[in-house]
């Protein structure tokens, strides 16, 4: 079975550091979305890319996170400088197509990588 | 207030029990209604979809009330392997069509 690729699985940085993140989507996905998901939390979008772009990255904060898929199929999700409160994991999924409807385009996610800030 | 809200939990079950979580959600654009499984340390996968005539798949039961914006999951004959942390999902449609998720409930099945 396909699966998201993510690393690294985990990821221990001081504050004020930088970290990237990667992440390879499911063969033929089109569709690509980052969540954060604090403890005890649900995951929160960060960013949504239909092939390249950029769909939606209302909540991403642009001041320290920024976010790629230039060729759009693998993506790097990047944050300088970290920030105690940047702990979490965090999530890549892809799914078919952005614009299908949510019943038939299941998003699929990667194992995530824990980052801890120091 | 958030957008969607669950039992908190954790819910204790020995083996065989029934139990049930509730799930409310705001945005009455909301059009579709998942609940995903998320077993510790692990990324969440979709567990089942949640239809307005109610949908069973084996032992999970899962219902959908639009007047009351209010979804549940109901597991029959619980096993040690539910054991999971159980997330409440939304579509949101209007604007940025995106997945809002509960902070899920946690269940701890035990001999």
């Known amino acids: 079975e396909a699966e998201v690729a993510q690393s690294p699985r985990y990821k221990i940085t001081e504050k004020s550091q930088a970290v990237a993140f990667w992440c390879d989507p499911i063969?033929?996905?089109?569709?690509l979305y980052w969540y954060r998901q604090i403890l005890g939390q649900g995951p929160e979008l960060l960013v949504q890319?239909?092939?390249?772009?950029?769909?939606?990255d209302s909540q991403l904060p642009k001041d320290r996170f920024s976010a790629e898929r230039l060729k759009g199929v693998d993506s790097t999700l990047k944050i300088q400088p970290a920030e105690l409160g940047d702990s979490a994991m965090y999530l890549c999924?892809?799914?078919?197509?952005?614009?299908?409807?949510?019943?038939?385009?299941?998003?699929?996610f990667g194992p995530g990588t824990r980052l801890t800030v120091l | 207030r958030k957008e969607v809200e669950q039992d908190p939990g954790p819910f204790n079950v020995p083996e065989g029990a029934t139990v049930a979580f509730n799930c409310t959600y705001s945005?009455?654009?909301?059009?579709?209604f998942f609940w995903y499984r998320q077993d510790c340390r692990k990324e969440p996968k979709l567990l089942m979809s949640?239809?307005?005539s109610g949908n069973e798949d084996g032992r999970f039961t899962a219902q959908l009330n639009r007047a009351s914006q209010y979804i549940s999951l109901l597991i029959r004959d619980s096993k040690l392997s539910d054991s999971a942390t159980y997330l409440c999902?939304?579509?949101?449609?209007?604007?940025?069509?995106?997945?809002?998720f509960g902070a899920g409930t946690r269940l701890a099945v035990h001999p």
């Open positions: 999924a892809s799914s078919l197509r952005y614009g299908l409807a949510p019943s038939t385009d299941t998003q699929y």
């Open positions: 063969s033929g996905h089109a569709t």
């Open positions: 890319f239909q092939d390249e772009s950029v769909v939606d």
């Open positions: 945005n009455s654009a909301s059009q579709s």
């Open positions: 949640v239809y307005s």
């Open positions: 999902v939304v579509w949101r449609d209007g604007g940025y069509n995106k997945l809002i």
